[in-house]
C-alpha cells in the first residue's frame, strides 16, 4: 500500500502550485494521515539520494505547514536560464479572453471568470500565472476563493502604464453601443 500511496502523492505533488498539508495531501490521495507521513518521508529520502538512487534535480521540501516539489537551488540558474531562453509563445484565444475579464474585472475569482466566459479557466490561470501576467491578490476570509488581478508585466507587454488606458469595452462589442453592462463588464468602471 505504501508505494501506492507514494505514486498518488507524487502525482499531486507534480500539479500543486502551493504546498499542501498533510491532512489535505491525505485526503486528496485517500489514505489516513499517519500513512501519508511514512509516504513523504520516504520521497523524501529517494529524492535526496538517501535510499540508494541518485540525487534528484527536485527536491520535497515543507514549507509553510506544508509540502510541495521544488528544482534544487543549485539548478536554479540553469532552469531560469532554460524558462528566459524560451521563446516567447503566443496566447491562445482561451487565454486572451480570460487575461481581457481579469484585466477589466479585477480583482475577480476563478469561479467569476468561469461564469463570464461559460467555460473552465483553471488550466488557463494556470498558465497566466506561470507567464506572470496575472498574480494572486488576496484570498476571500469568507469563502476562500484566490482573486486574481493584472500584473506589470502585463502591462509592460500591451505598452500601457495603467489599467486606465485599456480601450472602453462596449465599442468593442457588436452591438453594444447603448448598453451600460455586457456579459459581466460594467462600462462606468471598466474593471
Known amino acids: 500500500m505504501t508505494d501506492d500511496v507514494r505514486a498518488r502523492l507524487e502525482a499531486i505533488l507534480l500539479i500543486v502550485e502551493e504546498p499542501q498539508s498533510l491532512v489535505s495531501l491525505a485526503a486528496a490521495v485517500g489514505s489516513p494521515v499517519p500513512a501519508v507521513r511514512q509516504a513523504i518521508e520516504a520521497l523524501v529520502d529517494d529524492y535526496d539520494g538517501r535510499s540508494g538512487g541518485p540525487v534528484r534535480g527536485f527536491e520535497l521540501r515543507e514549507v509553510g505547514g506544508g509540502w510541495r516539489l521544488y528544482v534544487r537551488e543549485e539548478h536554479d540558474d540553469l532552469v531560469s536560464?532554460?524558462?528566459?531562453?524560451?521563446?516567447?509563445?503566443?496566447?491562445?484565444?482561451?487565454?486572451?479572453?480570460?487575461?481581457?475579464?481579469?484585466?477589466?474585472?479585477?480583482?475577480?475569482?476563478?469561479?467569476q471568470v468561469a461564469s463570464i466566459r461559460a467555460v473552465n479557466v483553471d488550466s488557463v490561470v494556470r498558465t497566466l500565472l506561470a507567464r506572470g501576467l496575472i498574480t494572486e491578490l488576496f484570498t476571500d476570509a469568507?469563502?476562500?476563493?484566490?482573486?486574481?488581478?493584472?500584473?506589470?508585466?502585463?502591462?509592460?507587454?500591451?505598452?500601457?502604464?495603467?489599467?486606465?488606458?485599456?480601450?472602453?469595452?462596449?465599442?468593442?462589442?457588436?452591438?453594444?453601443?447603448?448598453?451600460?453592462?455586457?456579459?459581466?463588464?460594467?462600462?462606468?468602471t471598466r474593471r
Not at 524560451?86 to 469561479?111: C, D, G, H, M, N
Not at 500591451?158 to 463588464?185: K, T, Y
Open 81 to 111: 536560464e532554460f524558462v528566459g531562453g524560451q521563446a516567447p509563445s503566443r496566447l491562445s484565444q482561451a487565454a486572451l479572453e480570460t487575461l481581457a475579464v481579469i484585466a477589466y474585472k479585477q480583482p475577480v475569482t476563478r469561479s
Open 142 to 188: 469568507e469563502t476562500g476563493a484566490i482573486n486574481y488581478g493584472t500584473t506589470d508585466a502585463l502591462l509592460e507587454h500591451l505598452g500601457i502604464n495603467s489599467l486606465d488606458e485599456l480601450p472602453h469595452i462596449s465599442p468593442l462589442l457588436d452591438g453594444a453601443e447603448d448598453v451600460g453592462s455586457v456579459d459581466g463588464f460594467d462600462e462606468r
